[in-house]
């Protein structure tokens, strides 16, 4: 299996740009659908316990 290695350093500023513009219309369209909130809410707890918990088993 290849490997790539790169850092955040070597993408292209105009890369970021078009990413982060990507996920911000990503973001507004599905708060515009119905429980959209919900939904974005959901997903942010989940994965804050996602991290927590990955954390807790660091310390173990």
Do not use: C, Y
């Amino acid at each position: 299996m290849a490997q790539l290695d790169f850092t955040v350093t070597d993408i292209p500023e105009h890369a970021v740009r078009i990413a982060a513009m990507a996920a911000i219309e990503l973001t507004e369209s599905i708060l515009r659908q119905p429980g959209g909130r919900e939904m974005l809410d959901a997903e942010t707890a989940r994965r804050k316990a996602a991290k927590a918990a990955g954390q807790k088993n660091e310390r173990s």
